[in-house]
């Protein structure tokens, strides 16, 4: 009778939520089952798991930040009850129904620019979307189809987000030539937490006197980061190819030195004014060779949405899908990188580019 009775119960909660940041609050109630021990982050993951409201209308999965879930980081802070406190500090026992949950009204609500599934189909909408207008017709961004898909024929729109530069292809992706005659508007956002900085060399100035110059204005974004922001930039991030460009400034040379600026061991850039300097490796990053990094690194989440498990064991086919004699398993799990918006200016960035090779091409 106990357990039966354990098992009819359920948690009732009030969430205040919003598509976006300029839409209507509205409130959604969900009905969960009740566990020993339950928490407010077990309650939001078993919503993330069965999206349905209390009357039974589908919905998408509640927004919320969480991390170490020992009281400790405060990513997890809302309002529950009314109150400022910690999600996986709370618990439901403890809680007076129904249980209300709201952001706290000192931050922003945020999306990501795009959410996707695990599919790769894109969830609800773009947020803050670029378009891009061409002789009067809004044109698609370009993208790789699938196998299985292909484009609509006609002109897409590819841009290079870091240099700012806007090229049109077909649905082939073959270059479509620019004309004089080509009415074009484009409206959207572009972020300011960047600082651009010139590749082609002033009057007079050597290639080591370039890079000088650029180590200065790495400096001023360490000074921003420190000074305005207070963070301990403790990161500087580049590529191999813009290493080896920047380990010719003077400042590099024996006799020319700076304290806390140097070369490492093997050639690299080792620091530069105490910031320690990482290479990135990953191919077809999207800094590429246009972009350094600075900041305080440690800010994003690593979480895990599904820990690893193993199906049921199934009979095995063969090639034709017949069954064989064989049994097979199969196991996934479910992992996202997350930088809290609160912590997201921990981080800014100097943009290189070439005045000279900003030209009008195909």
């Known amino acids: ?29 969900f009905v969960i089952p009740w ?23 589908k919905t998408t999965q509640v927004v919320y930040d969480s991390n170490c879930l020992e009281e400790v980081c405060g990513a997890c802070t809302m309002l529950i009850n009314g109150q400022t406190r910690q999600a996986c500090s709370a618990l439901v026992d403890k809680l007076d129904q129904p249980i209300t949950l709201e952001p706290m009204t000192k931050f922003p609500l945020v999306r990501p620019r795009k959410v996707f599934n695990l599919q790769g189909t894109q969830e609800g909408n773009t947020l803050n979307p ?47 030539v620019p004309t004089n005659g080509w009415s074009l508007v484009v409206s959207g956002k572009y972020s300011t937490n960047a600082v651009k900085w010139d590749t082609d060399a002033v ?30 930039p403790n990161l500087l991030l580049m590529s191999p190819t813009v290493d080896n460009a920047v380990s010719q400034a003077t400042s590099f040379q024996a006799n020319a030195s700076r304290v806390a600026t140097g070369l490492s061991a093997d050639g690299s850039v080792g620091q530069i004014k105490s910031v320690p300097v ?16 600075v900041g305080q690194r440690g800010n994003s989440r690593f979480r895990m949405l599904k820990p690893w498990g193993m199906a049921l064991p ?9 069954f064989t004699d064989g049994t097979e398993q199969f196991g996934n799990q479910w992992v996202v990188v997350h930088t809290p918006t609160q912590l997201k200016n921990s981080l800014t960035s100097v943009v290189l580019y070439s005045a000279t090779g900003r030209v009008a091409r195909a």
């Open 1 to 29: 009778m106990t357990q039966s009775a354990s098992s009819e119960r359920t948690i009732t909660l009030r969430i205040l939520r919003r598509d976006n940041t300029n839409a209507s609050a509205r409130w959604e109630e």
């Open 35 to 57: 566990r020993p021990n339950l928490n407010i982050i077990a309650c939001l993951q078993y919503i993330a798991a069965h999206p349905v409201t209390a009357d039974g209308t």
């Open 130 to 176: 670029m378009t891009v207008t061409l002789n009067g017709t809004a044109r698609a961004e370009f993208y790789v189809p699938k196998p299985t898909e292909s484009l609509a024929a006609g002109t897409y729109y590819v841009m290079d987000y870091n240099m700012g530069e806007l090229r049109f292809v077909t649905e082939a992706g073959v270059p479509v």
């Open 203 to 232: 009057s007079g100035e050597n290639v080591k006197d370039r890079y000088d110059r650029l180590l200065t204005v790495v400096g001023d974004r360490k000074a921003l980061i420190s000074s305005q922001r207070y963070y301990t």
């Open 278 to 293: 990482f290479n990135t490796t990953a191919p077809n990053l999207m800094m590429g060779d246009s972009r350094i990094l």
């Open 314 to 322: 199934e009979q095995m086919r063969d090639a034709n899908g017949r």
